[in-house]
């Protein structure tokens, strides 16, 4: 699959990844992973 863009926000005070694809409303994502072992700079 593609997106049309990839970006960090923050909802509250926890950093999210957001991907986004304007041309299909059906999408599945799977993400694992703790939130200790992500590093952010």
Not at 10 to 30: M, Q, R, Y
Request: proline content about 0%; glycine content about 8%.
């Amino acid at each position: 699959g593609a997106c049309d863009s990839i970006f960090v926000d923050e909802i509250g005070e926890t950093h999210v990844i957001i991907f986004k694809h304007a041309k299909s409303h059906i999408a599945t994502l799977i993400l694992r992973g703790s939130t200790d072992q992500v590093s952010w700079t």
